[in-house]
Nanobody, 123 residues
Framework: QVQVVESGGGLVQAGGSLRLSCAAS????????VGWFRQAPGKERDFVAT????????YYADSVKGRFTITRDNAKNTVYLQMNSLKPEDTAVYYC????????????????WGQGIRVTVSS
């Protein structure tokens, strides 16, 4: 079972940047494609971005394309989400999770989502 700790969130003004980190423990992260997801207040959890195990393929939600970049460092067992040009509608709790494939974006069955990390973008 992979367990993760998300960090790097906080309060930022619109137009600003944040970099989220997702550090894995337990089983090595390098065997998995990984995704970032987010849940805004009162809404369902949505896909944000995924990356395959080798970093050769990345996918983004249309709402973040061109502003967010997902990367990974397998030596550090960590996946990152660089968020630029942040908008108030990016306000959410952000989660990372291993996914079945970067293409289908489906989290592993029975994955324990954990607490996530809150990002608040003020206007």
């Amino acid at each position: 079972q992979v367990q993760v700790v998300e960090s790097g969130g906080g309060l930022v003004q619109a137009g600003g940047s944040l970099r989220l980190s997702c550090a894995a423990s337990g089983r090595t992260f390098s065997n998995y494609a990984v995704g970032w997801f987010r849940q805004a207040p009162g809404k369902e959890r949505d896909f944000v971005a995924t990356i395959n195990w080798s970093s050769s393929s990345t996918y983004y939600a249309d709402s973040v394309k061109g502003r967010f970049t997902i990367t990974r460092d397998n030596a550090k067992n960590t996946v990152y989400l660089q968020m630029n040009s942040l908008k108030p509608e990016d306000t959410a709790v952000y989660y990372c999770a291993p996914v079945i494939t970067a293409t289908n974006k489906i989290p592993l069955p029975n994955y324990d989502w954990g607490q996530g990390i809150r990002v608040t973008v003020s206007s």
